[in-house]
């Protein structure tokens, strides 16, 4: 199979006013996203609120985001980790039947399982569909990074396609490429994807591209193309808007700042939760969006 590359949003789950999944604000989400000119759609992730939905409702998503997507010419990749293997596997078969073109999963860790337990999770899911996999090193979400040793073993499986690579441990991100240079590298720290890129990231999913996704399409071909003066100045204008996400908290915000776009996506799931007023909060990314680029 062809290598994935390509700048993907972390697409974004629309709820209504009293916090259920919300199928239409789920479709304008989805136009969105659709709408940037991003390789594609990375469904039902962290930025999904995955971790505080049901797996009903990530179903229901899957579904919508498909029928949405449907002649785009969008990739979509089904994240479908969750605390127990059966629902991710549930999950996965469901994204093969509805044509996603890839999956991907968080590393088990409602509880703190072992290394093996990781690898058997990841063996497991990788073998119930044909999908490429692309496994997950996130940890600011799991609190306790996969030592590399383990990661080149995980990434040895079969079917494993991909990492998707959050880490501000740049080092590790090297001598992950040197040691398997074939598969793909996605870099998940949008406010720092200049530095992944440099070092030879394949493309990039993040929270933020919902909204800037041209900014960041033009980034990455900036860096393609040599133009590192360029790369950096739109690396500055998106940690600008990380920086204010970071004081409303980054998924409330992002809900605030497609508000102040005209989006109605809901408020996120309890216990997550505004950093500040919605008033105020409406001010601060009003503030950001209106920034000329
Ligand atoms: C997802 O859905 O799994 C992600 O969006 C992963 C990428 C995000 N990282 C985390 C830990 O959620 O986009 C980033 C992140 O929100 C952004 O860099 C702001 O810090």
């Known amino acids: 199979t062809e290598r994935m590359t390509g700048m993907y949003a972390a697409l974004m789950t629309g709820l209504d006013d009293a916090g259920e999944f919300d199928e239409a604000r789920q479709r304008d989400l989805t136009a969105y996203g659709l709408k940037q000119g991003l390789k594609g759609l990375y469904v039902g992730g962290s930025s999904g609120e995955s971790g505080l939905l049901g797996v009903d409702e990530l179903a229901a998503q899957q579904d919508v985001v ?149 900014l960041y399409v033009a980034l990455d071909a900036a860096l393609r193309g040599g133009d590192l003066a360029r790369a950096q100045e739109l690396q500055d204008v998106s940690q600008i808007f990380v920086e204010a996400l970071l004081e409303t908290g980054v998924l409330p915000g992002m809900k605030v700042a497609f508000r102040v776009l005209g989006i109605e996506c809901g408020p996120t799931r309890a216990p997550m939760a505004l950093r500040m007023s919605r008033d105020a909060a409406e001010a601060h990314m009003r503030a950001v969006l209106d920034r000329p680029e």
């Open 66 to 214: 498909a029928d949405c997507a449907r002649d785009s010419g969008a990739r979509l990749i089904a994240h479908v980790g969750m605390p127990n293997l059966r629902d991710s596997i549930r999950l996965a078969e469901r994204a093969a039947d509805l044509g996603y073109h890839g999956l991907s999963a968080l590393p088990p860790h409602s509880y703190p399982f072992g290394d093996d337990e990781i690898e058997g999770y990841y063996r497991a899911l990788a073998q119930a569909t044909d999908l490429p996999l692309i496994v997950y090193e996130v940890p600011v979400r799991t609190g306790r990074p996969i030592p590399l040793d383990a990661l080149v073993r995980i990434l040895d499986l079969p079917n494993v396609e991909g990492i998707k690579f959050t880490s501000t441990d740049l080092f590790k991100f090297s001598m992950l490429r040197r040691r398997r240079p074939d598969i793909s590298y996605f870099f998940g720290f949008d406010e720092i994807y200049l530095t992944g890129g440099v070092l030879g990231a394949d493309g990039g999913i993040g929270t933020t591209y919902n909204i800037l996704g041209k």
